[in-house]
């Protein structure tokens, strides 16, 4: 079964500056997609980047942007110039491209990141 | 364009009373549907997830039950609530293939 860990509980940022969270998942597949959510404090879960595995080039949203490494099964999220909106909790997520409505095309988050941005 | 109502927003319900929280989606059809519980400051458990009228996967056991009654309705119940059920319920939906998923905006749910 696939897994997705994130290994930082909390992160914390000066406003203005960059930030990098990490993911890891595990897999034997070969195709799938990877997300970022954000979770500000209202709860709503808001999807931030998404990254097709069979693409080599990295996704990228504004001040957003991964470093996909699939050989390393390693998912980052960097956040640019970071605002203070931006705080919020960030889960990484794994979806197989093999999902035909069984469990296996189910969203797999990891547990989250909590970030903080200091004015 | 989609869009995901959920609803209430808020729920402060007493222990051993029933519960039903709502789901629906506009502008799709024969979506997947999930429920998930978020406890506070933590990670997202799967609840139930559905792929079509009538269809629906438990993921954990507990006191809760889901049903889909229409294409794009998607109901959370329980007979009895425990002060365990509190949490923050998010409703979502998504196709099959290589998209996310669409939140809706949640419940709190208090059990006292």
């Known amino acids: 079964a696939q897994t997705v860990t994130q290994s930082q509980p909390e992160m914390s940022v000066q406003e203005a500056e960059t930030v990098t969270l990490s993911c890891t998942y595990d897999?034997?597949?070969?195709?799938?997609?990877l997300f970022w959510y954000k979770q500000p404090p209202s709860r709503q879960m808001i999807l931030v980047i998404r990254?097709?595995?069979?693409?080599?080039q990295n996704a990228t949203e504004n001040r957003f942007s991964v470093n996909f490494q699939k050989a390393a099964k390693s998912f980052s999220l960097k956040i640019s110039d970071s605002q203070l909106g931006d705080a919020a909790m960030y889960f990484c997520?794994?979806?197989?491209?093999?999902?035909?409505?069984?469990?296996?095309?189910?969203?797999?988050f990891g547990k989250g990141t909590k970030l903080s941005v200091k004015p | 364009s989609q869009t995901i109502h959920q609803w209430p927003a808020t729920l402060v319900q007493p222990v051993g009373s029933p519960l039903s929280l709502e789901c629906t989606v506009e502008g799709t059809s024969n979506p997947n549907l999930y429920w998930y519980r978020q406890a506070a400051g933590r990670g997202l458990q799967l609840l139930f997830y559905s792929v079509g009228i009538g269809q629906i996967s438990s993921e954990v056991p507990q006191n809760l039950s889901a049903s889909r009654p229409q294409d794009r309705q998607f109901i959370l119940s329980s007979k009895k609530l425990l002060l365990s059920d509190s949490g923050f319920y998010l409703c979502a939906w998504s196709f099959t293939g290589g998209n996310g998923y669409t939140f809706g905006s949640g419940t709190r749910l208090t059990v006292v």
């Open positions: 997520a794994y979806r197989s491209a093999m999902n035909y409505g069984g469990s296996q095309g189910n969203l797999i």
């Open positions: 990254q097709e595995a069979y693409k080599q």
């Open positions: 897999t034997s597949e070969s195709d799938y997609y």
